[in-house]
């Protein structure tokens, strides 16, 4: 601790604030607010690492001083793209969580008040102390943002302070094994500790210079924090577990202003909850330690099966692919995969359909020896299809190989577009949900294709998910990824500014994914690719964990100085209108 940290905490921080109305948390322009002066102050002590972002879409607009034509047409192109967001302090990747408040389009308004008053730049964990101590002794409302690579809308707040984390980037490799903190215990493997802000490529590209590889997510800008503390799906998840499943040790800041490494032997109530339990909850990641394994070599195969658009039976068509792949992910087999009832066809030629329907993805296998391994248990597969439906279904299946997971990735990494005005809505499906009954599976699907004419299943489950063993014995994640194969998930776009089509869309995600509700009852969905309105989102979100979360919540943080929704505790506040948050009378 420097000596000005030591002189300015007890005036910066500890002066009791006269009159403060605790039933809402401070807010730009009310009698609570920081002055000038409280916000200089803290940007002395932070050593000028307080920043006061301008609206990333202000270029374009002519009542802000960063008007330029040339910058306006550059921000406009790259908005579509994640890197933009993940480098600019508060933007996000959905339009509708600050609230559309400067779009780069000059058709529309351009204001601040849908973004954080002030960001932190974090590169140590002072800095990220410095802020909650702030936060929670000026009620201010605290969020953290590394990316903003968000499906959920958790990363951005109205006058809020954000901590920005995309800037813990420390990589570190451990060969061989790792020795907790004060602790006897001594894991055997190799591992990697990874600053809280590093990125999935950061990751990967890293970590196979030493030909290792850690479980990780599908996007080159996915942050760890997040992903992690939502439990984490990849690629590699059937084979060994989910990314929260890997977890060693982390270092964090509580909400009361700790800076604490936990681990198995301690702390471990928080090790629990911050595995699984949701970010920006119960303490704020600097770093984290995780298992790494020995790169595979994956064989991959990119399969197509359609029918025409006009065939009656092409639900019966998808459900019954759909429902293969459990069996597949027995024999190692993981992937993407994208179903449609009508798309274009992409080779369209003469007698050949308009519009097709049917399933395309890319399906991989690690370290198997047999290069026709896909293709054989695929084979099986399309005989029944030839089967039911002679001469009515194409079916190919592209065979590849690379000699490593980032040679395969560097291929396959989403490219989603970011800058979308968009809600999804997903679903873990178990085995029983897959296979027990194709008719119901059917007709979910025909309701499930509704929203935006098709759905994703992510085939990222499997052995290695339902027979992991975590450190500490287990993770707080939803317990239903551990009888899950497939993570489905659909979107449904609106207009923005209209609150009666975001409505509409929210209302038409929760009706015509009912039936997948009801498939899968148990099982919920994934908190970091979900509706955020779900019904009973608590449940759907941490099973029979919620219970034991909110009572960890209610001890580490019984000021709620971390708040977010839809996250663990946060029933008792409510955002107003004006973007204040209050709680709940």
Known sequence: MTPLYSIIIPTLFLLPSALADHSCKAYPGTSDWPSHKTWSRLNSTLSGHLLAPTPPGSACHKNWPEYNKDTCS????????????TENPVSVIYDQ???????????????????????????????????????????????VKNTGHD????????????LWTHHLKNLTYHKGYFTLYNSKTTIYGDAVTAGAGSQMYDLYTYLDKYKRVVVGGGGKSVGLGGYVTGGGHSLLSPKFGLAVDQVLQMTIVTPGGKILTINENNH???????????????????????????????????LTVGTSS??????????????????????????YASLSPRVANPSPGPGAPKDVAGISGIFAAQDVQDPNYIHKLLQPLNETLQKRWPGLVQFTATPETYSSFLKWYDVYFDQGTAGDTNYIVSRLLTKDSLEKDESKLSHALEEGCVPSGGMIAHLVSGKGVHNAKPRGGSVSVNPGWRDTYVHALAGHAFEPFNRTSETQAVQSLIKTWQPFRELSPKAGAYINEALPFEPDWQHTFWGDNYERLLSIKKAVDPDDVLWCFPCVGSENWKQKGNGRLCKVA
């Open 97 to 143: 969580y600050p609230n559309w408040t400067c779009l780069p389009d000059a058709d529309y308004p351009c204001g601040d008040a849908g973004y954080p008053a002030y960001v932190i730049n974090a590169t140590k964990a002072e800095h990220v102390q410095i802020g909650v101590d702030f936060a929670r002794k000026h009620n201010i409302r605290l969020i």
């Open 310 to 335: 006009e065939t009656p039976f092409k639900y019966d068509l998808l459900a019954y692919v759909l429902s293969q792949f459990p069996s597949l992910a027995d024999a190692g087999l993981s992937g």
């Open 151 to 162: 499906y959920m809308g958790r990363s951005v707040a109205p006058g809020s302070l954000s």
């Open 74 to 85: 550059n921000v406009a192109a790259a908005w579509k793209h994640y890197e933009f967001h």
């Open 268 to 302: 471990q109530d928080l090790f629990w909850a911050m595995r699984g339990g949701g970010g920006s909850t119960f303490g704020v990641i600097v770093s984290m330690t995780l298992k790494v394994y020995k790169t595979p070599k994956i064989s991959a195969s990119i």
